[in-house]
């Protein structure tokens, strides 16, 4: 099965801060969503890293990469063609910004440290057209599309 998206990305859909991200990718037309706790993303994660972290993460299949935490949040706003300042902002202030948003919201649950961009596993690779099935579009055409 060929997938519709080339890039997924996979937050916490209890997080307003995740949500807006996913939001935010609206414009991205190949980038699919899928919630964290969506089974195939923790297949995914564990076949990616041994386990299944808790953290904000960007999948790109063309690049073979994964972005994790604070890299993600970058690449995703360098994608959705936000300016470097805005990028630079949103990185430094990726464990900021989930700490306040865990206080408001009373999560508990600690953001792991993973904030790189790691090369994707081929264990990984192998479950990403089920990660993409599992995906929700987020791509809203418009009249020049």
Do not use: K
Not at 7 to 13: H, N, R, W
Not at 79 to 108: F, K
């Amino acid at each position: 099965m060929t997938s519709q998206f080339t890039g997924i990305l996979l937050y916490d859909g209890d997080c307003p801060f995740c949500s807006a991200a996913s939001t935010a990718m609206r414009q991205l037309e190949g980038v699919g969503v899928v919630p964290w706790d969506d089974p195939a993303a923790q297949d995914f994660l564990e076949a990616q890293f041994g386990e299944d972290p808790f953290a904000l993460f960007f999948v790109d299949i063309d690049a073979e990469t994964v972005w994790a935490g604070r890299a993600a949040a970058s690449e995703l706003c360098e994608r959705a063609g936000m300016p470097v300042l805005v990028q630079d902002i949103v990185g430094e202030n990726y464990e900021r910004v989930a700490d306040a948003i865990q206080s408001v919201t009373g999560t508990d649950r600690e953001i792991d440290p993973y904030h790189d961009a790691y090369p994707l596993a081929d264990d990984a690779a192998a479950l990403f057209d089920e990660l993409a099935a599992n995906s929700s579009r987020t791509h809203v055409p418009t009249d020049s599309d």
